[in-house]
């Protein structure tokens, strides 16, 4: 049987397809870079959490500090340095953390074989990223819980990217290097050794959600919608190991399956209880983050983060059998 559509349908046709798109809210959520540790993000964007949010999200790559300053002007909704964002808030500038992602540090530190305890580091050089960096801050804490004192007994020197210490490791430039996914991976694969995990020192904030208290207050709608597809990512990324790695293989570019299992476990291990940190880890980021700004103002907790949708969301999810 043929069917045959005549205008008056075709047009009703359209009409019900534009409108079913203009009910989709244009959303932007900018990241750094394609990395394991917003990968609950991206499954809540594949599996359809946004969509059934009304939300057509757009996810762009910037670098954390344009991300920031694209969010804080309005061009984009939300991004994904929690860690960058509390460094700017503690300053007085307009941003919350509403969502965390990881608690704790997806971070290795690299050594040369040869090296089998921190002992062995004494005199040795140590490569970080850049002053101030993630990499920097975790190498200075192994190194002094290790009963070592940065630049007196071991040599920080920075160095750049993972792929550019990797490539010092290899020409014997540095002796270690605190390495963060896949590349820790990549390194021990090359023959180097895994040290010790920096989560075994350090909380940290790792990936996450943050957006300013203007949008909070002007748009609070549009907020609790992507933080409750946010947490059902979040969720289906803990409970869906086989979904997620499929997931992970489009969004990292990796078709490794040894690897990227590898690397699911190993982040697994590291994610938040619904996106929200405990009280002493947020006073101790804003600490450090005081420290790291050469800020001293007075700073509340709730000045940087605000987890009620998260707490919201995440009681109801608790409840839906």
Known sequence: MTVELRPPFLCLLFLLLSSVCAGAEKVRFAIPSRSVSIMPIFVAFKEGFYRDEDMDVEIINMSSQMALQATLAGSVDFSSSPGSATNAAVRGIDFKTIFVVGQKPLHDLITHPGIRSFGDLKGKIVGVDTFGSMSDFLTRG??????????????????????????????????????????????????????????????????GVVTTGKLMKDDPGKVARFVRATLKGLNFYKADKAKSLLHMTEFLKIQDNHFLEASYDYHRATLTDGGIISSKLMERVIDDAKRFTKTDRDVKKEDIFDFSLAEKFRAQSKRTP
């Open 142 to 207: 192994m190194l002094r819980k290790n009963g070592l004192e940065p630049d007196r007994d071991v040599a920080v020197r920075m160095v750049g990217t993972d792929n550019l210490r990797i490539a010092a490791l290899k020409n014997g430039i540095v002796s270690a290097s605190v390495m963060t996914l896949p590349y820790n991976f990549l390194a021990v694969k090359d023959g180097f050794r895994r040290l010790a995990y920096a989560g075994d020192y350090e909380e940290v904030i790792i990936g």
